[in-house]
Structures are given as structure tokens and as C-alpha cells.
T-cell receptor, first 115, second 115 residues
Framework: AQSVSQHNHHVILSEAASLELGCNYS??????LFWYVQYPGQHLQLLLKYFSGDPLVKGIKGFEAEFIKSKFSFNLRKPSVQWSDTAEYFCAVNPLSGSARQLTFGSGTQLTVLP | ETGVTQTPRHLVMGMTNKKSLKCEQH?????MYWYKQSAKKPLELMFVYNFKEQTENNSVPSRFSPECPNSSHLFLHLHTLQPEDSALYLCASSQEGRGKTYEQYFGPGTRLTVT
């Protein structure tokens, strides 16, 4: 079964610092990749997604992620974080063979941005 | 408004009680999901319904019983739960089909506490 690893459980940054959150997955075939964000007290929201084409994808609120197939990675980045980016971030992988509905999530990374 | 609503938002129940969680999606999707979100753990997929047919049951104990009367509504019936079942229960929906991206849209969740 596929797995998703988010190595950073809690990241603390000051405003304007650059952000990179790691995500690695174990599935060897073709995948769809997602980053979701959960702001305090709110529901999970889609931040960005990758399914084909340009491996550098841009999402909402200035976030981007790069798919590196050879490294099985899909790291999330933002050049300059804001206090409002404080949230929990989840990486998810959807293999395109077998059970296509099976989204597998990482355990999440809590980001705290200090004002 | 996410397009996926869940009621109730909070639920406290004893181990001998029977209760139900309700989910409704207003997005015209044909697939719905139940997830369990516990602290410090990845989201756990519990059940998947596609066109009202249950297509996945990820080894969930029988004290959780799903029901999908139509493509817009999903229930999770609970009975004789254990304290370790306390968690946030999330509902999601997606549009399944050839060429679709399988991104899922989440509701706000029901915070369940079993006493």
C-alpha cells in the first residue's frame, strides 16, 4: 500500500521567512498529488494539485509545489509567509491505477508563523 | 460555504448511545467519503460510496455503519462506541469519471467525544 511521509511535524517561522514543507510518497506508478490546508477551526481546503504537465504548480495564496518524480517528492513552498498562513498542511497522493478514489494523506505539518 | 455540510458539528455520547452523523453535498458529485481525523495521525479513510454503492470499507469496526440513500447524502450511524473513537469525523465528496481529477471537497467535520 502507498504511504505519504511529511517529515516536519511542526514548523515555526517568523513573518517574511521562506517556507518549504517536505512530502514524499512511496507509490511507484502515476499519481495525482495534492496539498490541503486546514486553518484553525476551519475545514480542509485544497491548496493546489498536480496531475500532469508542468511539475511546478501554483496554488492559492502564493503557494507553489514542485513534483520531482525521481525523488517521489512534492514539496510545498512559499517565498514569504504571513501570520495568516498559520495552519496545518496535509500532503495527499492518489494513485491512478487500482482504487483511484484512495486518497492517502500524510500526518500533517503544523505551521506557526510568528508576527 | 464549502458545498459540503455536516451535522452536528459537535457530539458527546456515552458508550451505550446510538447516534448518527449526517453529511450533505451541494456540488453535484457522485462519490462521497467518510474519514476519521485523530490528533497526530494521518486522515484515515473509512468508507467510500460511488453512485450510492459502497465501494470501500477500510477494515472499520461494525459499530460504525454507513448509509448513502442518494448521491447527495451520507450518514454514519454510531452505536456502542469506545472512548478511542473520539475524533473529528470528516465527510468529503468528489466527481468520479474518466478525465476527472479526483480532488475531494471536505466538510467542516463533526467533533465526536465518547464518554
Amino acid at each position: 500500500a502507498q504511504s505519504v511521509s511529511q517529515h516536519n511535524h511542526h514548523v515555526i517561522l517568523s513573518e517574511a521567512a521562506s517556507l518549504e514543507l517536505g512530502c514524499n510518497y512511496s507509490y511507484g506508478g502515476t499519481v495525482n498529488l495534492f496539498w490541503y490546508v486546514q486553518y484553525p477551526g476551519q475545514h480542509l481546503q485544497l491548496l493546489l494539485k498536480y496531475f500532469s504537465g508542468d511539475p511546478l504548480v501554483k496554488g492559492i495564496k502564493g503557494f507553489e509545489a514542485e513534483f520531482i518524480k525521481s525523488k517521489f517528492s512534492f514539496n510545498l513552498r512559499k517565498p514569504s509567509v504571513q501570520w495568516s498562513d498559520t495552519a496545518e498542511y496535509f500532503c495527499a497522493v492518489n494513485p491512478l491505477s487500482g482504487s483511484a478514489r484512495q486518497l492517502t494523506f500524510g500526518s500533517g505539518t503544523q505551521l506557526t508563523v510568528l508576527p | 460555504e464549502t458545498g459540503v455540510t455536516q451535522t452536528p458539528r459537535h457530539l458527546v455520547m456515552g458508550m451505550t448511545n446510538k447516534k448518527s452523523l449526517k453529511c450533505e453535498q451541494h456540488l453535484g458529485h457522485n462519490a462521497m467519503y467518510w474519514y476519521k481525523q485523530s490528533a497526530k495521525k494521518p486522515l484515515e479513510l473509512m468508507f467510500v460510496y460511488n453512485f450510492k454503492e459502497q465501494t470501500e470499507n477500510n477494515s472499520v469496526p461494525s459499530r460504525f455503519s454507513p448509509e448513502c440513500p442518494n448521491s447527495s447524502h451520507l450518514f454514519l450511524h454510531l452505536h456502542t462506541l469506545q472512548p478511542e473513537d473520539s475524533a473529528l469525523y470528516l465527510c468529503a465528496s468528489s466527481q468520479e469519471g474518466r478525465g476527472k481529477t479526483y480532488e475531494q471537497y471536505f466538510g467542516p467535520g463533526t467533533r465526536l467525544t465518547v464518554t
